[in-house]
């Protein structure tokens, strides 16, 4: 059974994905969420970790020195015996110390199809945002392994959706969203069967 970090900024509907998925999903039995770490103390995704009896830790970024920040979330990470850590709507740079412990163990969803529209900068909206103004025909999920920059590490999974001329950029994200929370499982999973 891995063990399975998970970090989030926000809503945390992604970390319910994967939740769900260890529950009664296609990572029952082979994958389990032992902690949940955010950035943000007020971040709904610790609700629902609370939720579940998982561990929920708030790390107040905001209130704290970078690098307290930087070596609390390390130490947390070590003392949680966490197999992998999953980024789900995480939206701080990962430690580089933590990306070089946990080389091609960390994974991260990005709601665009990389290398297209990532990088600094495009996490949210403003992906969706760049998508229309583009005028693309398709967007979707991309996980990625993390490595020391936003968004490069090789792609594991990606799936693609429409965009229709007649699509805002909130209807492109509702639309990459329900794949996201279809993909991050099935890549957490193609991960672990290829760490063994
Ligand atoms: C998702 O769109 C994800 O792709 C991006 O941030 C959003 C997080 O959503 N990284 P949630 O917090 O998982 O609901």
Do not use: W
Request: aromatic content about 6%; some cysteine.
């Amino acid at each position: 059974m891995k063990k399975l970090a998970v970090l989030v900024s926000g809503t945390g509907s992604n970390l319910q994905s994967i939740i769900d998925s260890t529950k009664s999903g296609i990572l029952k039995g082979i994958a389990e969420v032992i902690v949940v770490i955010s950035n943000n103390p007020s971040a709904y995704g610790l609700e629902r970790a609370k939720k579940e009896n998982i561990k929920a830790i708030a790390l107040d970024y905001k209130n704290m020195d970078k690098q307290d920040y930087d070596d609390k979330m390390y130490k947390l990470i070590k003392e949680s015996g966490a197999d992998m850590i999953c980024l789900a709507g995480y939206m701080k740079k990962v430690p580089d110390n933590i990306v070089k412990e946990y080389k091609s163990r960390i994974l991260n969803i990005h709601p665009a199809l990389l290398p297209k529209f990532g990088g600094k900068g495009m996490y949210g909206h403003f992906v969706h945002e760049a998508v229309v103004k583009a005028k693309e025909t398709k967007s979707g999920p991309t996980v990625h392994y993390v490595d020391e920059n936003y968004d490069t590490g090789s792609i594991i999974l990606q799936k693609e959706v429409p965009v229709y001329e007649t699509d805002s950029p909130e209807d492109v994200a509702a639309r990459v969203l329900v794949q996201e929370h279809i993909i991050f499982p099935q890549a957490i999973k193609k991960v672990i069967e290829n760490l063994k």
